[in-house]
């Protein structure tokens, strides 16, 4: 008998990394110093946040996603700690809300206007005060609105409930201490009913956030966690760290019994931390290294190995930081199933990175877009504290779905369809708007158009026009100018075979009719 390999059927076998171009990446950033193992760098589908280096307090900078190129170094912050900033997140049912927090003790949580930040920010819409050392992470219930987590080096993790009308909230309303010592990160599982947490202690532990019980404890002497997640679809535990040979490797954990890990797989001999994403959609697993240039990439399974190697992205470019697109932001007309902004501090630079799945058609893959949670929270903070769970409110990723504006106050900037379907399909808005116009025209539709439909043409060549820079050069001139004429030529070839199609079914009911007329006797 030959021998024949074994190859694993998988539809992410050939998924590959693709860099932005200079022209869409944020040049001239001046990114942190700080030696914080955090991310420094939180992405919507709206706004881009860094925490930047300044003397004097700490600052973030908030960049619109449509504001590439060279950034001026002038540009206006959010500045109002006293000390460096450590952590940033956006509020995932709010484009506008960001909270971060500082060595100063605090954290703070800021709305930003819907137009960008075109002064200085120094007062927050809420300030949380409640530990007694530097504030090292912050994370935001996955389904409850307004309940957000906090945690720092006086060893506890505090939750907080932003619904109270106070502007400064002293007390929070869960204490949670059963950490000997700073925790290294914590992550939510999809319904928020459950935290997992790894601590510079060694151990790995898997509680109940809303009572603060303590569920799991684990400590495996070969294994030193850093980073962990809670794969939920899997009802396991995916940490990062490092052997005892300070080799850097992954464990893999059933959320039942973290005694001892079901796997553990050995990567490299390098230094910097491992960094850690999980797809729930699509269950892939990425891997990325501090001071690296590449990103490993795997497929989990619900069976043994459990993790499958698929490749590897490399670079020559290492990143301090990487922030992740949330999968409302991507673009689907291209396959794209995940979105990396690398922190290059080396250059002092943001650059895009865009994880796509090789495919022929142009249409969309529903195989590959599954419904995703979206930007709607599916319960309330006071709901969430009184004991109720709840799983995230599913979305299509479909062009043309429907999708909730993210925050009441930007209904003014209309659409009941999100800017990134605009930028994943650029003129579908437009289309859809002239379809309407036909249809009302032809007297099919049910009503006339709405001002919310109408306010749809302020999106325009797939970037809302109070979030996009007039362009600065005359590259970037006739980058724009080609972009239209794009745009043009598709609305007009989609235009056609609409009229074809019209042509082609008033020709088959002039057919129908005749066929069913009476013979004359």
Not at 82 to 98: A, E, Q, T
Not at 118 to 133: F, M
Not at 160 to 167: A, D, M, R, S
Not at 173 to 183: F, G, Y
Request: with cysteine; net charge neutral.
């Amino acid at each position: 008998m030959s021998w024949r390999p074994q190859y694993r059927s998988s539809k992410f076998r050939h998924v590959f990394g693709k860099a932005a171009t200079k022209e869409s990446c944020y040049d001239g950033v001046p990114i942190t110093c700080s030696v914080q193992d955090n991310n420094f760098c939180a992405v919507n589908p709206r706004f881009l946040a860094v925490i930047t280096e300044c003397a004097g307090g700490g600052a973030f900078l908030v960049l619109s996603v449509h504001h590439t190129g060279k950034v001026d170094p002038h540009h206006p912050r959010v500045s109002g700690h006293r000390g460096n900033v450590l952590d940033i997140k956006w509020n995932p049912f709010s484009d506008y809300c960001i909270a971060s927090c500082s060595e100063d003790t605090t954290v703070k949580v800021w709305e930003i206007p819907s137009h960008g930040v075109l002064k200085n920010l120094t007062v927050p819409w809420k300030e949380l005060q409640g530990h007694s050392r530097r504030v090292g992470l912050i994370e935001w219930h996955p389904t409850a609105n307004n309940i957000l987590l906090s945690t720092a080096y006086d060893y506890k993790v505090m939750i907080w409930n932003l619904e109270c009308p106070e502007q400064v909230i002293k007390n929070p309303v869960r204490t949670i201490s059963h950490h000997t010592d700073v925790v290294l990160s914590m992550s939510f599982n999809t319904d928020g009913s459950l935290l997992a947490t790894t601590c510079k202690d060694r151990k790995v532990r898997l509680m109940e956030p809303r009572s603060g019980n303590l569920l799991q404890e684990g400590n495996y002497k070969t294994h030193r966690a850093s980073k962990v997640l809670i794969l939920d679809n899997m009802k396991m535990l995916l940490t990062s760290g490092t052997s005892s040979w300070n080799d850097r490797q992954i464990a893999l954990w059933d959320q039942d019994n973290l005694s001892v890990p079901l796997m553990e797989d050995n990567l490299d001999g390098s230094s910097g931390v491992l960094f850690p994403f999980y797809d729930p959609d699509t269950h892939m697993l990425y891997i990325a290294g501090k001071g690296d240039g590449n990103i490993r990439y795997y497929e989990i399974s619900s069976e043994k190995p459990y993790i499958h190697y698929l490749t590897e992205y490399r670079s020559l470019l290492p990143q301090k930081g990487m922030g992740v697109m949330p999968k409302r932001g991507l673009d689907v007309s291209t396959c794209e199933v995940f979105r990396f902004y690398k922190l290059v501090t080396i250059k002092s630079l943001i650059e895009p990175l865009s994880m796509i799945v090789p495919r022929r058609s142009e249409s969309y893959q529903e195989d590959i877009y599954p419904m995703t949670a979206g930007n709607r929270p599916a319960l309330s903070g006071e709901e969430w504290l009184s004991g109720i769970d709840r799983g995230p409110v599913l979305m299509s990723l479909k062009p043309g779905s429907q999708v909730a504006e993210s925050c009441p106050e930007t209904k003014r900037l209309g659409s009941s369809l999100d800017t990134r379907r605009s930028q994943s399909r650029p003129g579908m808005l437009q289309l859809a708007y002239i379809q309407d116009q036909l249809e009302a025209k032809d007297g099919t539709g049910d009503d006339a158009l709405t001002e919310e439909e109408r306010s749809r043409t302020s999106l325009t060549n797939g970037e809302d026009l109070s979030l996009c820079s007039p362009p600065k050069t005359e590259s970037e001139l006739r980058l724009k100018f080609h972009k239209q004429q794009d745009e043009i030529r598709r609305l007009r070839e989609q235009l056609s075979q609409r009229d074809v199609r019209i042509r082609q079914l008033e020709l088959e009911i002039k057919n129908m009719k005749n066929s069913q007329s009476p013979s004359p006797l």
